[in-house]
C-alpha cells in the first residue's frame, strides 16, 4: 500500500515557539526521497494550514483550548480521510496535542486500533493535574473512556469523545512522570515501560511483551505516537521538554523496526522536532535527521538491507 504524509505546523499544545517549524525541518532532512526509496508509492499532503484563533483566553489555566481544539478537529479529518484511501499515514508535529486529532480520526476509521506511545512523558494530565496548563502534556487523558469522569469541559473540545480503553495503550520510554500522572497510571492499570524497566528487561523483551499485550488476543491496527523527546537529548537536542537518560539509537530503531515486522502499522506520529530550540544548525539537523530515521525504519528501512525493488530496473 501507499504512504500519505501529513505536516501539522502548531505549536499552541505548549508555550515555547518553533516546533510549528517542525515539519519543515524534517522534511529538509529528506523525509520524503527517502521514503521513496522504500517500496511503495508515497504521497506528500503538504501542510496543514491553522486558522489563527484572535480570541482565545485561558479556560481553567489551560493555554489556547479553542485553537488547540480547533487544529485537531481539522488533523481529525484529514488523518480519517489519509486512511479512508487506505494510506499508511504519517503525521509531522508540531507539539504532542496534535496527538488528540491524529488518534481520534484514526480511530473513526479503525475503532479497534491500539496506541503504542514513545515519549519520555506520560501526557496523560488532565486539566485539572496539569502542573502547566499545556495542553500537550494532557493528549491521552482527552482519549481514554476511563477519564470521561475526570475530564471538565474545555472550549474547543465539544466534538472529542473518548474512544481509546486502557487496555489498548502502552507507553515506552517514560522518565519524567507527574505526580498526577502516576496516580492514573496506577489507578487505570496502564502497561507502562519506564526507562528503568528497559534497563531491567532490554528493548527486545520490552517490544515482545508490548506486541502480545496489545496483539495476542487479536491483531489489529497500530497507531504509533512518537516524541522525538523519547529518544536521548545528545540525539535530539532540538526539542522542548528533553529529559537525560533517554532511548539509544538502536533502541529506538529496535522499536521501530518491530512495529514495521508486524505488518500492522496504519498511522503514525512524530512531533515535538523544534527546530528553533537547537543550539547550533547541526543540533538542528541531527534531531531532524533522526526523525527521518525513526519514520523510515518505521515503514520498512531495515538495517538488514532487503531485496531489489520491483519498481526497479537493473
Ligand atoms: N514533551 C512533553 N510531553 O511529551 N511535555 C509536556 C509533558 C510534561 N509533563
Ligand atoms: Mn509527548
Ligand atoms: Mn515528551
Ligand atoms: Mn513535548
Redesign the pocket.
Same mark, same amino acid.
Given at each position: 500500500h501507499s504512504v500519505a504524509v501529513l505536516g501539522a505546523p502548531f505549536s499552541k499544545g505548549q508555550k515555547r515557539r518553533g516546533v510549528e517549524h517542525g515539519p519543515k525541518a524534517i522534511r529538509d532532512a529528506g523525509l520524503i526521497e527517502r521514503l521513496s526509496n522504500l517500496d511503495y508509492p508515497v504521497h506528500d499532503f503538504g501542510d496543514l494550514s491553522f486558522q489563527n484563533l484572535d480570541k482565545d483566553e485561558p479556560y481553567m489555566q489551560v493555554p489556547f483550548p479553542r485553537s488547540v481544539g480547533r487544529a485537531n478537529k481539522l488533523l481529525s479529518e484529514a488523518v480519517g480521510s489519509a486512511v479512508a484511501s487506505g494510506h499508511t499515514t504519517v503525521m509531522l508535529g508540531g507539539d $504532542?496535542s496534535l496527538a488528540i486529532g491524529s488518534v481520534e480520526g484514526h480511530a473513526r476509521q479503525c475503532p479497534d486500533l491500539c496506541l503504542i506511545w514513545v *515519549?519520555a $512523558?506520560a *501526557?496523560i494530565n488532565t486539566p485539572l493535574t496539569s502542573p502547566s496548563g499545556n495542553l $500537550?502534556g494532557q493528549s491521552v487523558a482527552f482519549m481514554l473512556k476511563e477519564l470521561q469522569n475526570k475530564m471538565p469541559e474545555l472550549p474547543g473540545f465539544s466534538w472529542v469523545k473518548p474512544f481509546l480503553s486502557a487496555k489498548d495503550l502502552v507507553y515506552i520510554g517514560l522518565r519524567d512522570v507527574d505526580p498526577g500522572e502516576y496516580d492514573i497510571l496506577k489507578e487505570l492499570g496502564i502497561q507502562c515501560f519506564t526507562m528503568r524497566d528497559i534497563d531491567r528487561l532490554g528493548i527486545q523483551r520490552v517490544m515482545e511483551v508490548t506486541l502480545d499485550h496489545l496483539l495476542s488476543r487479536k491483531q489489529r491496527p497500530i497507531h504509533l505516537s512518537f *516524541?522525538i523527546?523519547a529518544m536521548d537529548p545528545s540525539l535530539a537536542p532540538a526539542t522542548g521538554t528533553p529529559v537525560n537518560g533517554g532511548l539509544t539509537y538502536r533502541e529506538g530503531i529496535w522499536i521501530t523496526e518491530e512495529i514495521h515486522n508486524t505488518g500492522l502499522l496504519s498511522v503514525m506520529d512524530l512531533?515535538?522536532v523544534n527546530p528553533v530550540l537547537g543550539a547550533s544548525r547541526e543540533a538542528v539537523e541531527v534531531t531532524a535527521s533522526l526523525a527521518v530515521d525513526i519514520i523510515a525504519s518505521s515503514l520498512g528501512q531495515s538495517r538488514q538491507g532487503g531485496p531489489i525493488a520491483q519498481t526497479q530496473t537493473l
Open positions: $504532542h *515519549d $512523558h *501526557d $500537550h *516524541d523527546d512531533v515535538e
